[in-house]
């Protein structure tokens, strides 16, 4: 965990009595509805249907069990008793009053939470593994360079009014579980052959209505240049990214338009003239942000303890063990992923109580820590293998034991209809329902790894385009029509999915992801090619033929 | 509309010359990039200062051989949520060493002002007579900065470096 020290929870106060002011001035009419958006946006509070829509960050996905605590007061006392994780380590509570935000606000910054920049035209959280720092294999914790950028980015007095939102990813793994790919600036962390830690930048990804892959512009740029590199190439895109359309105005347009070659001389121009402006991280620096992060005493755990091995005897533990269950760089230790999706419910959401029984779980078994993952799922990143079975029963008590992790029914959705303005179609009730329709884990196991991804608008919010398979809900003479795209993927191999044909109507979108199941079980080579390999294998049309022949 | 300069509301000096029309004899100035580029010597040959209106789209390359004969540089905020200028405004202030007058114009409201002043700007045309008003108040609600800029704030990370130093020095 980082531990904020004084002047960050005093940056976050003072950013709380700021916003308390900018309320105050809305309320008395001080300041115009279109002033008070713009104000509002970038402390991550949106106008929604039915009210206004608080998003909290929570950077690099790593709370702590007493600022998962807070959320739940939040959830609890602000809102309706619950909060919605989000694809890119926030939580959104959907029912705030905006007299009671500032409120909200400083009991979170007690905490160290924040809102800012969770939304509006700036550099938004900076997003990375949930398994960071845990996940075997890593090259380094990239939480630490999350961390540097984090502060960098927060209140940045040059780029705190873009052309468009900015988003960064992080990863330090070769599975890239941060989705860089489809992030405006993407770093993934590697070594050069001097054995230096840098970062290979990718720039230019993203998916709204033009769906854009990141493409690499510096295969290495030193650890100790990252913060002037990243600025170097946000003066480009804040000087030259178009603001005349709103649509055309992220940088992966920019960068398009400019071609990646010329935007890549353009940064490196930048960056070459910008000389030494303090922005340079000395090891003291790093070490300085390093120092500030605490990890766990482990113990000295077997491998294999017996209390796991009377477990494996009942089936049910076993199913979610070999689900849910992931390996950790340490022996002894295991990272718990908890599902958010249970059969019938809404995507990603957590009641207040649900909250607080996780918060006393991390306590008891994951040294007081919680991860939140893009796929709306949290973790627990620190579980001796010897307490799996205690742990188990305990999730299940709260419903947080759905043995679904990664399968068809972990299914990634934005708020859709129900509560979002841009919305042209419901999100939650398609996934509802497909959770129904799989609701047989043996079944869903039998399929597979196969992520469904919905978004109730081109915008994109549930990252349809990077699905394997892809729900996009449009509007159709009034009606809820989805296009369906399959073959698409987020990770290190990410690439937009193919459509496979017409929009179908609401009522016929479980239909056909069944159908698109049941050719794949028929089509694949051997069960243990994945659903999204098979896509890679044969071309959308063996898809296409199933789907469309009785329709 | 109230101009704040170093910290509190001023007269503004300069008079603002509309493309075309006539120069007074003397006395300062404030005229278009366009007027300027014109015939730029003739205007600093002017007994008078000049500045100039240098608008959020076009590159300071053609500003910069006349910094140091101006006396300000207005940077146009046409809305407030267009940036551009913060960027023009670092680039003068810490790359092209500008040191006379850096004005904010166009929609400036109290919720840029430390911005503003940490990418460089000492003088501004505010919007709202309420928000000239709180410019002092305004600029004391920040105290910890992240990023380092041209205004010589200290940072929280050099901050924490001096402290560690300082702790090691005492032990």
Not at chain 1, 232 to 255: C, T
Request: proline fraction near 4%; include cysteine; charge should be neutral.
């Amino acid at each position: 965990m980082y531990a904020y020290d004084e002047l960050d929870r005093t940056l976050i106060s003072e950013r709380v009595s700021e916003f308390r002011d900018q309320v105050k001035r809305r309320l008395s009419g001080e300041l115009t509805e279109d002033e008070f958006k713009i104000l509002r946006l970038q402390n991550g509070v949106y106008l929604q249907l039915h009210a206004y829509m608080f998003r909290v960050a929570i950077p690099y996905g790593t709370l702590s069990s007493k600022q998962l605590r807070a959320l739940a007061h939040v959830a609890r006392r602000y809102d309706r008793g619950y909060g919605h994780f989000t694809t890119r380590q926030n939580i959104q509570f959907n029912w705030i009053k905006l007299a009671e935000l500032p409120d909200a606000l400083a009991d979170l910054a007690e905490v160290g939470i924040h809102a800012m920049q969770t939304s509006g035209n700036n550099m938004r959280n900076v997003t990375s593994d949930q398994w960071a720092g845990v996940a075997p294999g890593e090259i380094e914790d990239p939480r630490i360079w999350s961390e540097l950028l984090r502060q960098h980015t927060t209140l940045h007095p040059e780029f705190s009014f873009l052309p468009r939102k900015f988003k960064i990813a992080i990863t330090a793994s070769e599975h890239d579980r941060a989705a860089i790919k489809i992030h405006d600036i993407g770093l993934r962390l590697h070594k050069n052959a001097d054995g230096e830690t840098g970062f290979e930048v990718l720039v230019g990804g993203g998916l709204g209505r033009t769906p854009f892959i990141a493409k690499t512009i510096k295969p290495f740029v030193h650890g100790r240049d990252i913060l002037s590199y990243v600025e170097a190439i946000l003066r480009v895109y804040n000087q030259y990214g178009r603001r005349d359309n709103i649509y055309k105005a992220r940088i992966k347009i920019l960068v398009h338009e400019l071609g990646i070659e010329k935007f890549a001389r353009e940064v490196e121009e930048e960056w070459k003239q910008m000389g030494d402006v303090g922005l340079t991280l000395d090891h003291a620096a790093i070490e300085e942000v390093r120092s500030r992060f605490s990890y766990p005493a482990y113990e000295k755990l077997p491998h294999m303890p017996d209390e796991l091995k009377q477990a494996a005897h009942d089936p049910v533990f076993e199913r979610w063990r070999k689900n849910s269950v992931f390996p950790h760089k340490v022996q002894g230790y295991s990272i718990v992923t908890l599902s958010l999706k249970p059969v019938g419910g809404p995507p990603g959401d957590a009641t207040a109580e649900q909250m607080d029984a996780i918060a006393d779980l991390a306590d008891r078994y994951s040294f007081g820590e919680i991860r939140v993952g893009h796929e709306q799922n949290l973790a627990l990143p620190h579980v001796a293998k010897r307490d799996l079975p205690a742990l188990f029963k305990a999730l299940d008590r709260v419903g947080l034991a759905t043995p679904n992790v990664n399968l068809v029914t972990d299914i990634i959705a934005c708020p859709g209809l129900d509560y979002c303005s841009l919305a042209n179609a419901r999100s939650i009730p398609i996934a509802q329902e497909l959770t129904r329709r799989f609701a047989n884990h043996d079944t869903a196991g039998l399929i597979g790894r196969l992520h469904i991804n919905i978004s109730g608008c081109i915008n994109a919010c549930g990252h349809h385009h990077v699905g394997h398979i892809g729900i996009l809900g449009v509007e159709k003479n009034g009606e809820e029509f989805y296009q369906i795209t399959i073959g698409g993927r987020a990770d290190e191999n990410a690439q937009m999915g193919t459509l496979i044909g017409p929009a179908v109507p609401y009522a016929e979108v479980a239909d056909v992801i069944e159908d698109i199941v049941e050719a794949y079980l028929a089509l694949r080579d051997r069960p243990e090619e994945l659903f999204v390999d098979t896509v890679k294998r044969l071309g959308v049309e063996p898809f296409r033929e199933r789907v469309y022949a009785t329709r | 509309m109230p101009l704040v300069k170093n910290g509190r509301i001023t007269t503004d000096l300069f008079v603002g010359v509309a493309d075309g029309a006539e120069l007074p004899g003397d006395g300062a100035i404030m005229v278009t990039a366009e007027r300027f580029l014109a015939d730029p010597e003739a205007l600093l040959r002017r007994a008078g200062k000049v500045g100039v209106i240098w608008p959020n789209n076009r590159d300071l390359d053609d500003l910069v051989p006349y910094l140091d004969r101006l006396a300000a540089v207005a940077l146009v905020f046409p809305t407030f949520r267009d940036g551009r200028a913060y960027s023009q405004a670092r680039l003068l202030r810490e790359r092209h060493g500008y040191d006379g007058e850096l004005r904010a114009t166009g929609q400036v409201l109290r919720d840029q002002f430390v911005f503003m002043s940490r990418a460089g700007f000492d003088a501004f045309e505010v919007r709202k007579e309420a928000d000239a008003d709180a410019f002092a108040a305004t600029m004391k609600r920040y105290t910890v900065f992240y990023q380092p800029t041209g205004d010589g704030r200290v940072t929280a990370l050099n901050r924490r470096m001096l402290q560690r130093h300082s702790e090691s020095a005492g032990q």
